[in-house]
C-alpha cells in the first residue's frame, strides 16, 4: 500500500482563528500601553521592544491567559540549509498551545520606528522597505496566513503616517495591497489591515498596529 506523504493541509499551512487574532491585537496593543511610561527621549526599536515585550508578559499573566507564550529576538532557522544559516531575527513571537512542537508555527510581530513629518520620512519608508519585506521574502512567516507589524509612534498624527505607509506599500506591492482600517483598539492610535502576495503566489495578511510611543522621540535639539 501505498502511503500518502505527510504534508501540511491547506495554503498556507500556519493560520489563526479569528479568536486568536483578537487575543494577539489586544495583547499588543495593552502591553504597549503599559510600557509606554517607561520609555524615554531618544530610544531606539531594540530597547523599546525589550520594554515592550517584557509588558505584554506582565499583562499576560494579569489576563490569566496560560494557553499563550511571548517571547523575542527569536532567530528564524534556514531550514532549507544543514548549515548554521539563518533567515533573520523576529522582534515578537506570540505561540497558542496549539503551536507548540512545531519552530515554524509561531505568530510573527515585526517593529519599528515610526512618526509624522519629514523629519521621520526615512524611518516610515524603512517600515515597509525593511519591516514590512520580511514577511513576503521568506526571512519570517514562510507558509502563514497572518503577521503583525508594530508601529512605535514618535510623533502625531498617526492618520499622516497611516497615509505614507500606504503608498509605500502600494508602490511596492500594487493597489490590491492597499491598507483598510480594521476595529480599533482603545490602546492603540489606529489599526489597518492589507493582504500581501508573496512570490510563492501564498497570500498573507499583514495587521498593523499603530501605538503611542511619542516618550521615546529624540529630545529636541
Same mark, same amino acid.
Given at each position: 500500500?501505498?502511503?500518502?506523504?505527510?504534508?501540511?493541509?491547506?495554503?498556507?499551512?500556519?493560520?489563526?482563528?479569528?479568536?486568536?487574532?483578537?487575543?494577539?491585537?489586544?495583547?499588543?496593543?495593552?502591553?504597549?500601553?503599559?510600557?509606554?511610561?517607561?520609555?524615554?527621549?531618544?530610544?531606539?526599536?531594540?530597547?523599546?521592544?525589550?520594554?515592550?515585550?517584557?509588558?505584554?508578559?506582565?499583562?499576560?499573566?494579569?489576563?490569566?491567559?496560560?494557553?499563550?507564550?511571548?517571547?523575542?529576538?527569536?532567530?528564524? +532557522? *534556514?531550514?532549507?540549509?544543514?548549515?548554521?544559516?539563518? %533567515?533573520? #531575527?523576529? @522582534?515578537? !513571537?506570540?505561540?497558542?498551545?496549539?503551536?507548540?512542537?512545531?519552530?515554524?508555527?509561531?505568530?510573527?510581530?515585526?517593529?519599528?520606528?515610526?512618526?509624522?513629518?519629514?523629519?521621520?520620512?526615512?524611518?516610515?519608508?524603512?517600515?515597509?522597505?525593511?519591516?514590512?519585506?520580511?514577511?513576503?521574502?521568506?526571512?519570517?512567516?514562510?507558509?502563514?496566513?497572518?503577521?503583525?507589524?508594530?508601529?512605535?509612534?514618535?510623533?502625531?498624527?498617526?492618520?499622516?503616517?497611516?497615509?505614507?505607509?500606504?503608498?509605500?506599500?502600494?508602490?511596492?506591492?500594487?493597489?490590491?495591497?492597499?491598507?483598510?482600517?480594521?476595529?480599533?483598539? +482603545? *490602546?492603540?492610535?489606529?489599526?489597518?489591515?492589507?493582504? %500581501?502576495? #508573496?512570490? @510563492?503566489? !501564498?497570500?498573507?495578511?499583514?495587521?498593523?498596529?499603530?501605538?503611542?510611543?511619542?516618550?521615546?522621540?529624540?529630545?529636541?535639539?
Amino acid at each position: 500500500m501505498q502511503l500518502t506523504p505527510d504534508l501540511p493541509a491547506g495554503h498556507p499551512s500556519f493560520d489563526l482563528g479569528a479568536d486568536e487574532i483578537d487575543t494577539v491585537i489586544d495583547l499588543i496593543c495593552r502591553g504597549a500601553s503599559a510600557a509606554r511610561p517607561e520609555m524615554t527621549p531618544g530610544l531606539f526599536e531594540v530597547p523599546m521592544t525589550i520594554i515592550v515585550r517584557k509588558a505584554m508578559k506582565r499583562v499576560k499573566r494579569e489576563l490569566g491567559l496560560t494557553n499563550l507564550e511571548v517571547a523575542g529576538e527569536v532567530e528564524i +532557522d *534556514d531550514m532549507a540549509t544543514t548549515g548554521p544559516e539563518l %533567515l533573520g #531575527r523576529i @522582534d515578537i !513571537t506570540l505561540k497558542f498551545a496549539r503551536q507548540f512542537g512545531d519552530e515554524d508555527d509561531y505568530v510573527g510581530v515585526e517593529c519599528k520606528r515610526v512618526g509624522a513629518g519629514s523629519a521621520y520620512s526615512q524611518l516610515n519608508t524603512r517600515y515597509v522597505t525593511e519591516g514590512v519585506i520580511r514577511f513576503t521574502n521568506g526571512q519570517y512567516a514562510v507558509g502563514h496566513g497572518w503577521g503583525f507589524m508594530l508601529g512605535y509612534t514618535l510623533a502625531l498624527p498617526s492618520e499622516a503616517i497611516m497615509t505614507a505607509i500606504d503608498a509605500r506599500i502600494q508602490q511596492d506591492y500594487g493597489k490590491g495591497s492597499a491598507l483598510v482600517a480594521a476595529p480599533a483598539h +482603545d *490602546d492603540a492610535l489606529s489599526i489597518h489591515e492589507g493582504s %500581501l502576495t #508573496r512570490p @510563492d503566489d !501564498t497570500t498573507i495578511r499583514l495587521t498593523h498596529i499603530m501605538v503611542d510611543m511619542t516618550p521615546a522621540a529624540p529630545a529636541a535639539s
